[in-house]
Structure formats: C-alpha cells, structure tokens
C-alpha cells in the first residue's frame, strides 16, 4: 500500500514539473521597429504551458543598452494563452537604439525570451526655420531656410494666395503672395520614429511665423475714420478702425492701444503718441508723421517721418513704392471729428460713462461737468447722424439713456458737445 501511494506522489511530482518546463513565451513580433516618447504599438506573443485563470502576461522594457537589470512595464493583458499586447513607450524614456523587449507571467512567474532585434527611441522633431523677411509688398518674395531638428521630412504651408501655397523639403523656392494681409506660415516636421511636430501658428513667439503682405493699392475701408481738420483720438475708442487723414488734416493720436492702418494724404499730417498701429502706415508724397517709435511704412518718395527722442529709423519696416494709389472705391463720403483740440477741456473721457456696453439697444449716459448744458448726438460709423438730444440747465451731473433700438448692429460714436469742445466714445449695438 505504502509502494502505491509513493508511486502516485512520484507520477504527480513529474507530471507538474514536466508542466513548468514546458512553459515558454517567445515574442513573435513588433509593429515597428522605430518609435517616438509615448508611442503606442502592438506586440505578438506565443505562449505554451499551463498558467493560473487569474494569470497577467506583462511586457518589459529594457534600458537603453540592452540590459534589463532594470526594466519599464510597458503594457499587459489577463491572459493563459497567446494575445497581442497594447504597449506604450514611456515618457521618461530615454533617446537610445539598443532596447529590447519581453513578456513575463505572474501565475505563476516566469520571465520569457527578450526578442532578437535592437529597437529605437527617436528624438522628437524639433520644427525651425528663417526666413529673410517678414514685410514684403506683392511684388517682393521671401526666402525660408530650414533649422529644423532630428527631422526626416518636411511640409510647408506658407498661408492664403502664396505661390507656391505648399511645398515638401527642406529647402523651398522663394515664395510670392499675390494679395495683401497678415500670412501664417505653418512648418510640419517628421522624425525618423515618424512623430509629427508642426510649428504653433497661434504663438508668434514660439515657432509661429507670419509673413505681412502690403500693397501699393491699397483700399480705404468703408468704416475708416476720416480726418479733415485738427484733430486729437483720444483713449481706446477707435481700436482696429483704420484712420483716413485728407491733405487739410492733422491728427494726434494718444493712448490709443492699436489702430488697423493710418492712410496719410499729400499735405496730410499725424502724429503719434503711446499708439500701436497693427497694419500698415501709408504715405502719400508730402505727407508728414510726427513723434514716431515703431511701426511699418509704406509709402512713394517725398514723405517725411520724424522719430521720437531716443530712436532712429533702424526700428522701422520700410517699403517704398514707385507709385502709391490709395483705392477709395470703399471709402467713407465724410468722417466724423473725434475730439477738437482745445488747451483748456471742460469735459474729459474720465467724467463720461456709457453702459451697459456692448448692450442690446437702451445705453445708461452719465456726464459730470462744471457747463450747464450740451448736446449729445450718435453716429453710425460712415458718419451718418442717427440720434441727437440738446440738455440744458443739467446742474453739472445729468444720467440719462439713449435708445438705439431698431439701429442694426455695429459700431456707433457717441459725440457729447460742450460749448466748443466735444469728446467722443465707442458704443457696440448687439
């Protein structure tokens, strides 16, 4: 009896040994061989032997050189037989191409065969580029040079109406546009892993590029701000609106964050103070600005621009024109006068609110001023009159509204007229 059970014991112990040696797991293949920090890819296995229900086949990541004394777990799969696992590169991986990879059980533990082939960690692409410069007129080109790095391919887009609009390499043809504006340039990169970086085209100072288009037609838009006589634009009421001054006009621009373009007339005269104009400044000969710092000037022969103290004309963007024709086939009949000057203001912006705006149509009016009457009047942005009301006798404080319902929706100057001096606000009708 004792010779029986002794004999099972020893069949048992055989057959569970000859279970664990046959246990092998081999990696049968990987879907690339190349890959990018936090690339996802698949990886085959063959498994054979006898593993737990609850069993979990883990794949490892060497280091760099091979080695797996120590290792990444880099995807897993509850399993007992051959599967394909899903893998991720990890991020605190580094740059290397000696890694190797194997795939482990847990129930019970056992570490398989690493694959037979060395696989890559790329460097990420790095997208650069210059270009020769960035303020052209149509008739000018620009030339890009690639500085691009760990890169195997490039793509170019150089924005709306350039010639060519794409190209493919490191080196493109110099690159003409055929109509003015502000033109993003888009640089996309692949490396060897085949990861993909494209340069912001939203971030001007972090790999997004533009190049500004100017021409020597340029057109007056419909809402351009006319200036026939002396006159001072005062706080942000004119933000983005581009200004027209006529040959009898001289406009003094102060703390006024930004304007779209100035247009400057022969005899025209402007002069700055504390502006920035986003556009262009166009000059027409004998046309005249003052006090300048920055900015891009696009003009004929015979203007004169006279800097600020403490700047020279290295900080401007010159273009010159043979001939300069403005386009008035939008422009504006008549303007409006923004604010007479004047040495001694009995009104300023500060003693004058307009709320709610932007509103819906009714606007709160609150003026404080040491005058006993006024008129107020509204103008649409061609300089049409659409609203007008004379107070007399106000005391100094007066609070009323302005009702612009039924007015379709835009931009509106609300002009307030004390005696001979006046100040101008910006309302939005939604």
């Known amino acids: ?54 069993n979990v086949f883990v794949a490892q990541l060497s280091y760099p050189d091979g080695n797996f004394s120590s290792f990444y777990n880099i995807g897993n799969i509850v399993s007992t037989v051959s599967e394909i696992i899903i893998c991720k590169i990890p991020d605190n991986a580094t740059v290397g191409n000696q890694y190797r990879i194997r795939i482990m059980s847990s129930e019970p533990y056992f570490i398989g065969a690493e694959n037979n082939d060395n696989i890559e960690i790329a460097p990420d692409p790095y997208p650069d580029f210059a270009y020769d410069k960035h303020v052209i007129l149509i008739s000018d080109s620009v030339i890009f ?38 033109r993003q340039v888009k640089l996309t990169v692949e490396s060897k892993g085949g990861c993909k970086e494209s340069s912001d085209s939203d971030d001007d100072s972090d790999g997004g590029e533009y190049v500004h288009v100017f ?55 402007v002069s700055l103070d504390g502006i920035y104009v986003y556009g262009g400044i166009y000059m027409k000969p004998g046309a005249c600005i003052n006090n300048v710092t920055e900015g891009i000037f696009i003009y004929k022969d015979g203007i004169s621009i006279n800097m600020h103290d403490h700047f020279d004309r290295d900080y401007l963007e010159e273009l010159i024109c043979d001939d300069l024709q403005f386009d008035y086939s939008e422009a504006p009949e008549k303007g409006l006068i923004a604010q ?87 309302i939005i009708l939604r």
């Open 145 to 182: 040079s690639d500085s691009s790095k760990n890169t195997v391919d490039w793509f170019w887009n150089f924005g709306k109406d350039a010639i060519p609009l794409t190209f493919s390499g490191p080196n493109p043809p110099p690159i003409k546009y055929i109509t003015p504006g502000r």
């Open 1 to 54: 009896m004792r010779t029986a059970i002794f004999l099972l014991a020893l069949i048992s112990f055989l057959v569970f040994n000859s279970e664990l040696s046959s246990q092998t797991i081999t990696v049968d293949s990987i879907s690339k061989s190349v890959f990018c920090i936090g690339d996802e890819f698949n990886v085959y296995y063959t498994a054979t032997g006898v593993y737990n229900d609850d």
């Open 215 to 269: 021409d020597c037609n340029p057109k007056i838009d419909s809402t351009a701000f006319v200036i026939t006589s002396d006159t001072l634009i005062k706080r942000e009421s004119y933000d983005m609106l581009d200004i027209w001054v006529c040959s009898n006009g001289h406009s003094h621009l102060e703390n006024t964050s930004s304007i779209d373009n100035i247009f400057i007339e022969s005899g025209g005269t």
């Open 340 to 426: 007479e000057l004047s040495v001694d203001d009995h009104v300023s912006s500060n003693n004058l609110r307009i709320f709610p705006n932007p509103g819906d149509g009714i606007f709160n009016v609150s003026l404080n001023s040491n005058l006993n009457e006024f008129t107020i009047t509204v103008y649409n942005v061609l300089g049409t009159e659409i609203y007008t009301k004379h107070i007399d006798s106000f005391g100094g404080s007066w609070n009323g509204k302005v009702d612009l319902s039924g007015n379709p929706a835009g931009i509106y100057l609300v002009k307030i007229i004390l005696d001979d001096r006046s100040i101008v606000e910006k």
